[in-house]
């Protein structure tokens, strides 16, 4: 049986890997990176989520580009709620065009994200990215 068959004869899934735009390296992993931006950094709310982002000082930098963190807490919902979310961010994220410059984003979304149009959210996730860009570096010229 080839690699890809599974056992009932559909095929399996590929794996979501780094071709599809948002691999590890355009990710925050790390707990300790999420307080960084927590504490150190600024925030922006929009409608739907609350943006947190700061710029990666020059020596910290080992990959030039955005990372993006999403939080997603027990607040909002179940697990298939939260799941539900999270989904949908990821896609809003990797649909959008990243910013330049090394800066770390932390998308906080609001329940409302569950049934706010696709459209929307992108448009918003897009916005505040931009906006994340331009308030990092206007802070970091200060």
């Not at 409302?112 to 696709?118: A, I, N, Q, W």
């Amino acid at each position: 049986m080839p690699a890809n068959v599974s056992a009932r004869g559909g095929q399996t899934p590929k794996p979501a890997g780094p071709s599809r735009g948002w691999g590890k390296s355009r990710r925050l992993l790390k707990h300790a990176d999420f307080q960084r931006v927590y504490e150190n950094g600024r925030r922006q709310f929009t409608g739907n989520m609350t943006i947190f982002f700061l710029r990666r000082a020059p020596e910290a930098v080992q990959q030039d580009g955005p990372r993006v963190g999403l939080t997603v807490g027990k607040v909002l919902g179940g697990a298939v709620d939260r799941n539900r979310i999270k989904r949908r961010m990821r896609e809003a994220v990797r649909l959008s065009p990243l910013c330049e410059g090394p800066v770390d984003v932390v998308f906080n979304p609001r329940k409302s994200v569950l049934t706010v149009p696709f459209d929307q959210l992108l448009s918003e996730v897009s916005r505040g990215l931009k906006l994340a860009e331009q308030r990092a570096r206007a802070a970091e010229a200060k």
